[in-house]
């Protein structure tokens, strides 16, 4: 089994990388992250005629979040439960060959002292209600996607740069230490507990380039979903392409 996630920043801009990056690695599950298009304009045709199931919530310019399958998609939701009036599209679930995957665009914030926060904040608390819920109705669980927080010093290339900055702030550590608490694992840090594994990079300076980046970019995995895991790793391949996404794509396969 392979399950794999991307913020491909604009689905339109990227389809061709997309579907030769699906031809090439051939996941079970492929959550797609800012795919910055109206429900309408999805290219669902594009993705059957060759072979691929697909669900997603389309938003105009901003969000936007699509679950890619091999077999087809049950019981999706979209959104959180917790909050019902959230007009940015930024959640989709669905159980796949018996797997639960939630797929989230979490929220920014900004800085730490924007609004923006606030609804981070606000956000990431109802995400914990809805993932606890979600959890106890199905053992077999993924929640993957950007989530817009690199969670130790050791995901972040310069940690004394961004110490208390967005992204790496002790709060937001502490809310993604709270979803792992409801009984996920980083399934990245399963496989490869050390070392530098960046999922992002900022386009300006050459930041790419220079290997200065950020592991926000994750896969969240529960207890019955750690047997067989085998190999995590972000394919830096797909962000050194030409006009890539600012973010890799971060694959975990099971034995």
């Excluded at 794999?4 to 797609?32: F, G, K, Y």
């Excluded at 018996?98 to 730490?112: D, H, S, T």
């Excluded at 840090?189 to 970019?217: C, E, N, S, V």
Aim: aromatic content about 10%; hydrophobic content about 45%.
């Amino acid at each position: 089994m392979k399950i794999a996630t991307w913020n491909v920043n604009s689905l339109n801009v990227r389809l061709p990388q997309v579907a030769a990056w699906l031809a090439e690695h051939c996941p079970d599950v492929l959550a797609l992250q800012e795919i910055k298009l109206e429900q309408d304009n999805f290219p669902a045709a594009a993705f059957r005629l060759s072979g691929w199931h697909a669900v997603w919530a389309g938003q105009k310019t901003y969000n936007g979040v699509a679950i890619i399958s091999r077999h087809e998609p049950a019981d999706v939701r979209i959104g959180l439960p917790d909050m019902p009036n959230d007009p940015q599209r930024r959640v989709i679930a669905a159980t796949i060959n018996g797997v639960r995957v939630i797929n989230v665009y979490c929220v920014n914030g900004e800085a730490l002292d924007s609004p923006k926060f606030d609804y981070k904040r606000q956000w990431f608390a109802a995400l914990a209600q809805f993932v606890e819920r979600e959890l106890a109705a199905h053992p077999k669980l993924v929640l993957l996607g950007d989530f817009n927080i690199a969670p130790t010093d050791a995901d972040v290339y310069d940690p004394v740069r961004w110490r208390g900055k967005i992204l790496c702030s002790t709060e937001e550590r502490q809310w993604f230490t709270r979803l792992l608490n409801l009984g996920l694992h980083d399934a990245l840090r399963q496989i490869h507990p050390d070392g530098a594994h960046y999922t992002w990079w900022d386009y300006r300076g050459g930041m790419f380039q220079k290997g200065l980046g950020l592991r926000i970019d994750h896969i969240l995995i529960s207890n019955a979903m750690l047997p067989n895991l085998h190999d995590v790793y972000a394919d830096t391949d797909a962000r050194a392409q030409e006009r890539p996404s600012d973010h890799a794509p971060v694959l975990a396969q099971w034995a």
